[in-house]
């Protein structure tokens, strides 16, 4: 193929596969957002975060189907303006015509196995960290007034009347009780202000009492102050508060295999690691297998002399299909019973080998003799 067009046609499926992932991901993404993030956490600066968390695998995911619905586009659009013709009659086979293409699926198959292995496990942590700061409450600007939250498992309840700015509130009552002095304090202000530095929150309350009562009732001291510093473990200014677990989503290429579980020993955990494995090492190849199977159903219900076929815009409604079984069955069905990482396996070489087969097959109903003419089509 001469090198000009091979770049004309690669560009044009490039830039079409980032038009079509661009608009699957940007539904997904946003959707999971307000779905996790209502307006206190985006307030509270945990949108970016969120959204590194996401895009990663949302991107690796929709890619493999952005590509495969772009080639179908495009190879649809040469056949119906009737450059599939005008291929055949430079004397191109079908092998060759598909070369543009197949490059650019590799390429994105390249791309979603760096993404799958190295970027998003390095983000997507991120999320479940958003996840656990919202579910505990580790944000302060997440917080209501005129509402009682408590932290360190019960130990501690806090409560303030209103908000007077970003990070400063009035009326603050705090009730804490601590083990180690088998005592309880009640703590109140007129007026407290978060303060973030690197490890957490430091609350500096102003014009307030102390009220400290040990477990047994006895010798209670109460002492005024005109300002007092309370740490509280929320998240902080060097990054989100660090969860107790770590999931299999987040080991990068090398660590991931390594920690392979054992089915005995944890089942739910094994099954887990065979669906991310499914998604990781799966998902990507079928960029290419997708284009290969998009070029072959085109190229045997599109006519190449041009006339426009209905068939082959329906063409392009199979990779979708297609692509969100095998994602199913990736994300949910191996979950259930690991076993069914085969049936995904399979999935993807029955859908490899069927393209290679269209696309054999119509390479073989082209035969182009050498005495052919440039500008007649042999068929």
């Not at 095998?326 to 080998?353: H, K, M, N, S, Y």
């Amino acid at each position: 193929m001469p090198r000009l067009l091979f770049f004309y046609l690669s560009k044009r499926i490039a830039l079409a596969t980032l038009l079509i992932a661009t608009g699957l991901c940007v539904p997904v993404v946003m959707t999971t957002l307000f779905q996790y993030l209502p307006a206190a956490p985006i307030r509270g600066g945990l949108l970016m975060p969120a959204l590194l968390g996401i895009l990663p695998t949302v991107l690796y995911i929709a890619l493999p189907m952005a590509v495969g619905v772009a080639v179908a586009l495009e190879f649809a659009r040469m056949s119906a303006d009737g450059m599939i013709a005008v291929l055949y009659s430079m004397r191109l086979s079908a092998w060759a015509i598909s070369f543009p293409a197949a490059s650019v699926a590799l390429a994105a198959a390249g791309a979603g196995y760096w993404i799958s292995s190295v970027f998003a496990p390095a983000y997507v942590g991120q999320m479940h960290d958003v996840i656990y700061v919202i579910r505990n409450s580790l944000n302060h600007r997440m917080l209501e007034p005129a509402q009682f939250y408590t932290f360190d498992n019960g130990a501690r309840t806090l409560y303030f009347r209103r908000w007077r700015s970003a990070d400063v509130v009035s009326g603050m009552f705090i009730h804490e009780f601590s083990a180690e002095k088998n005592e309880e304090q009640i703590i109140t202000a007129a007026e407290a202000e978060f303060r973030r530095n690197a490890n957490g929150v430091v609350l500096i309350m102003s014009d307030g009492s102390i009220e400290t009562i040990p477990a047994d009732g006895s010798s209670v001291r109460a002492a005024n102050f005109d300002e007092y510093a309370l740490p509280i473990g929320m998240q902080g200014s060097g990054g989100l508060p660090q969860r107790n677990w770590r999931g299999v989503f987040e080991l990068p290429f090398l660590e991931f295999f390594r920690e392979r579980p054992s089915s005995g020993e944890d089942p739910r955990r094994f099954a887990e690691w065979m669906s991310e494995a499914a998604k990781r090492c799966g998902m990507p190849l079928l960029a290419l297998v997708h284009a290969l199977l998009a070029i072959g159903l085109v190229l045997n219900v599109a006519s190449a002399r041009g006339a426009a076929s209905a068939a082959a815009t329906a063409t392009m409604l199979a990779i979708p299909l297609i692509h969100v079984a095998i994602l199913v069955c990736a994300e949910t069905l191996v979950r259930q019973d690991p076993r069914f990482v085969w049936f995904v396996g399979l999935a993807i070489v029955a859908e490899f080998a069927a393209a290679i087969i269209l696309i054999e097959r119509q390479n073989a109903n082209f035969p182009l003799s050498k005495n052919t003419a440039v500008g007649s089509v042999s068929i």
